[in-house]
């Protein structure tokens, strides 16, 4: 039995397109379709996608190598992997587990986001919501999100779902997956761009996404964006660190996060790209939140031949897209409850996925019976999405980063991302690693503080 040897043999990716292909699966997801372009929207437009990229840049690609670079070394979760690395009693697998609670959090909105595309895949093939009206389509919206029952079964059959999936194990399960449906995701997102951007107020919507008016750039904003690479890149709660423990040791960890980085942006603007001149066009509001993208994309599919067979499709892609990230984070707890505490990993799904019905009903209530529920003025889908972004994740990206620069140093950080072998990747590995140690904790910290309104 795996779980009672010693050293179990581990599942792992098999081939290097196969761990591109996983670690795009987790990057892209609802984020990209969904909370980007709501965020943009809601935070001013492209003043917030200037920040959003080059937090991209400074903070997230480090830090993403630095888990991944870590992972892969001790091939273990994070809590494992981290008391490995550390010097006698220093708590760094606090990071770990502060992932775990950060998953539970983010699985918990995250879920029932999942189940809204579910929903609109039917929709889409009943046909309804097939309107540039927004009467029609904020209705569609509001009439699911505000029925408890639906809002639940949704969720509770995506939950049920995605636990099948995993007991199929790491290889089989995820990278079968995403390997396939990922590019066609690209092509239906490049044929909305060339529709949206046909459309009379195109200008205004690019205007808007590319046009920045740095005025509207707050602490709260900029701490929003950070909060947003993080999510993106599924760093700061050990994703990646769990992730990488997959990666084969001959892998080229620093092309392959930059390769998932620019896909993962490229995704986004696309998304970005088919649907702020909709929004425009049609007279929705960019801020509307949550709801945007649900209320724009059936606008937008209602201008085309064959709009509600390629509406279908979309929903049908978002909703393998959501599955790739949401393996991914399901992934942390799974992990460390079989790794750690030696649950046989089916126990270990199915504890994960009990936990999460009661955590995530909480979500997937919050706009019909607990809509009065609020702590700190927030209900509890928005509650645990801004601790998570806006807390936890930075937090842990903080502590990866010091970790890799101050704990673990240069020379055992540079011997493992360049595959062991001397010299390769020297200059990188020197630029990474002066970031990690220097530039990132403290650019996250002050973000963090201002945004918070700490200082
Ligand atoms: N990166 C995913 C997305 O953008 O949809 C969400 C996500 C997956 C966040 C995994 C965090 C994570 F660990």
């Known amino acids: ?103 539970f ?15 609109y895949v039917f929709k889409a093939i009943g046909g309804s919501i097939l309107s540039s009206d927004r009467k029609v389509t904020e209705a569609a919206f509001g009439a699911l999100i505000s029925d ?59 205007a808007f996404l590319f046009n920045p008016d740095f005025g509207k750039v707050t602490g709260t904003v900029v701490l929003t964006a950070l909060g947003l690479a993080f999510f993106k890149l599924s760093i700061g709660m050990g994703t990646m660190m769990t992730y990488g423990s997959y990666f084969r040791d001959d892998q080229n960890i620093p092309v392959t996060t930059f390769r998932v980085m620019s896909a993962d942006l490229c995704v986004s603007l696309l998304a970005g790209v088919a649907i702020f001149p909709a929004v425009f ?29 390629l509406m279908v499709v979309f929903f049908v892609l978002a909703a393998v897209a959501a599955t790739g990230a949401m393996l991914s984070l399901m992934e942390v707890p799974v992990l460390i409850l079989h790794e750690r505490f030696r649950l046989a990993r089916p126990k270990a799904v199915m504890l994960t996925l009990v936990l999460l019905a009661v955590t995530g009903s909480t979500c997937a209530l919050t706009n019909s019976t607990l ?14 999405d801004f601790l998570s972004s806006n807390v936890i994740l930075p937090a842990g990206g903080i502590f990866v980063a010091l970790f890799v620069g101050w704990v673990w140093g240069f020379d055992k950080f540079r011997s ?16 990474v690693f002066f970031l990690l140690r220097y530039i990132s904790p403290l650019l996250i910290l002050i973000v963090m503080l201002k945004g918070l309104h700490l200082f």
């Open 148 to 206: 408890p029952l639906q809002s639940l079964l949704w969720q509770w059959l995506v939950l049920i779902g995605m636990g099948g999936i995993l007991l199929l194990g790491v290889s089989k399960g995820i990278e079968a997956l995403t390997k396939k449906l990922m590019p066609l995701l690209f092509l239906l997102l490049l044929l909305l761009c060339a529709v949206s951007l046909s459309l009379d107020k195109a200008a205004d919507g690019l």
């Open 416 to 431: 493992v991302l360049s595959n062991h072998e001397q010299l390769q990747n020297e200059g990188l590995a020197r630029v």
């Open 1 to 103: 039995m795996s779980q009672s040897t010693h050293k179990p043999s581990r599942d792992g990716f098999t081939s290097s397109f196969g761990v591109l292909a996983a670690t795009l699966g987790s990057a892209v997801g609802l984020g990209n379709i969904w909370k980007f372009p709501y965020l943009t929207g809601a935070n001013g437009g492209a003043g917030f996608l200037m920040v959003y990229i080059l937090a991209t840049l400074v903070v997230g690609l480090p830090v993403m190598i630095a888990e991944i670079t870590l992972g892969r070394h001790v091939k273990a979760n994070p809590v494992t992997a981290l008391i490995a690395l550390s010097p006698a009693r220093q708590p760094w697998w606090l990071i770990g587990a502060a992932g775990m609670v950060a998953s």
């Open 371 to 384: 809509a009065d529920f609020k702590v700190f003025g927030l209900n509890m889908f928005d509650l645990f």
């Open 105 to 119: 959090l983010i699985m918990s909105f995250y879920s029932e986001v999942v189940a809204w595309v579910f929903a």
């Open 281 to 309: 066009t049609f007279d929705f509001a960019p801020a509307a939140g949550p709801a945007l993208v649900f209320i724009t994309i059936p606008a937008v599919f209602s201008q085309i031949p064959m709009g509600q067979a």
